[in-house]
């Protein structure tokens, strides 16, 4: 089940462009995103696919208002604004509210390990209660083997129970179908939209009553992954994700988010989105080529891209 | 070998008080660092036991400020500033320079994992360049237990080329003995200063060369640790390791953060020192009545501490 005004099907952590000093790159930015959502794909900003993890604060401050200065709907935004400091959870939360945004995707304070459900309850409750705004709809963000934090179906149950309406969904980045279909039968009914961490497991959700997916692949694959949603009752739904598997089987032999950012790069015609932040390192010119020629293979394309204007 | 005008001795990762809104409280920071500097233990403020990960950039700022500010020895401080965003890396490093702080102890990126020796040394050299002040000293922070993003022995080798003198040493908490010696066998002879990640080790790095111990247990057991890192050569050198370790082997057995805290307010008379930031929980006070139980079978007093006006 889905609730009315509640953000549902495929949205992208977008990536984030960066100058060759290493600055975020605003224009180019505002520009990927504005493509995304031509493409009916949402913009899940600042999530793990985006380096939101080597921003500072201030920068994905600077970020957001940005988008929605630049008259992007804010209501298809869900900024991940889940930060190991609780001050910084609360501030990019509360800003995210300011701007109207549809929701947030909060990540665990990812720091330290072995943390008890206890714990992490003061602090997503701490989080709600101190931006205290009832518009906030927070999305818990489960994603073991990056954060090493989970988000287990006993701390849903006592944030649901504790911040009901607040607390709207989650996503599953754990890549372990049991655990999404855990989430679905146990609080699917209480309004709880749960999102697939891939759209590998997009048909399989909506056929259990999920919410859609966030996929780091919709940053260059949007179009396709869009339809599915829209069509997934539809006959030809399991040859849609045949489709949308091989091109993600591609990407995924290859560091992700080099990956996606080398083939924005190449198919926008614009180099420059090949930049990544240290501690992650861009593709070689070899495994740039090899990937561009295994997705030309594929009869991948972006469609729209170049004419948005992505280049500068 | 430790080289001269260069930190050594024990330091602490100095716990962090907080109000009971959960902010930090600085005064009760300043007197809990001072006493600390008159047990002889530096103050390597904003570690793992800090609950630094839990804080913000500016509240960081902040703290080191205030510690500054009432007069206690910056070329004492050895702060915790590797982030996972390079633009708060660089920021925490340049004010801790700019502070006169004798070196700063930096984590590496630890959100994404996985990461290569090349994006992590491209890390480490971006802070360096960016801070750009040759008085930098970097001591490198392995604790793959908590960050699981390990400082490998290739990428000291590869820093200490690129920027001698600046790369200063590191601290080893895997907790493994063989990685602590490797650090001291490569490097040892090159100016780079290992400190052991608790005083387990202290004895053992001393006699191999080492430079020190970096411990939370420093924080409530400073004394006699630093006596043994001031003597080490003498005849009782293995019984006063012994006495160490069992009041670590005590203090190992409740979660370490609030076990500490716990501590510090039970003998300091000020309860409000138990407090800890989510997602941290203190301890039950069943545990709490347990540990000062087995603290006070073993002797363990805090000499100076209430008449240090640690407490309000």
Chains 1, 2 share one sequence.
Not at 53 to 77: F, H, Q, Y
């Amino acid at each position: 089940m889905t609730t009315k005004d509640r953000i549902s099907g495929v949205l992208s952590p977008v990536v984030t462009p960066f100058k060759s000093d290493l600055s975020t790159d605003p224009d180019r930015f505002v520009r990927q995103c504005r493509w995304l959502l031509t493409q009916d794909v949402g913009l899940a900003v600042f999530g793990t696919n985006s380096e939101a993890n080597s921003l500072s604060t201030e920068e994905k401050i600077e970020l957001l208002d940005r988008l929605v200065g630049a008259g992007l709907d804010p209501a298809r935004m869900m900024p991940g604004t889940g930060c190991c400091a609780l001050p910084d959870s609360v501030r990019l939360s509360a800003h995210a509210m300011k701007l109207g945004c549809g929701g947030v995707l909060m990540l665990p304070p990812f720091y330290y390990k072995g943390v008890s459900d206890d714990g992490l309850f003061k602090s997503f409750a701490e989080v709600i209660e101190r931006v205290g705004d009832r518009r906030l709809r927070i999305y818990l963000y489960h994603i073991p083997p990056v954060s090493q934090v989970p988000i287990t179906v006993g701390l849903i149950e006592r944030l649901l129970k504790a911040y009901p309406g607040i607390v709207a969904g989650a996503k599953d980045s754990s890549g372990d179908w049991n655990n999404t279909q855990a989430y679905l039968v146990n609080f699917g009914s209480q309004g709880f939209d749960v999102f697939a961490g891939s759209e590998t497991f997009l048909l399989q959700n909506m056929r259990n009553g999920g919410a859609g997916c966030i996929s780091a692949t919709a940053n260059i694959n949007p179009g396709p992954i869009a339809r599915l949603f829209a069509t997934w009752k539809e006959a030809d739904a399991d040859q849609q994700q045949a489709k949308l598997d091989q091109i993600r089987g591609i990407v995924s032999r290859y560091p992700m988010i080099p990956a996606l950012k080398a083939t924005i790069a190449h198919h926008g015609g614009d180099a420059s989105w090949a930049t990544v932040r240290p501690p992650l390192v861009a593709l070689t010119p070899e495994q740039r080529a090899s990937l561009v020629k295994e997705l030309d293979g594929a009869g991948f394309t972006m469609p729209g891209l170049k004419d948005s204007g992505v280049k500068n």
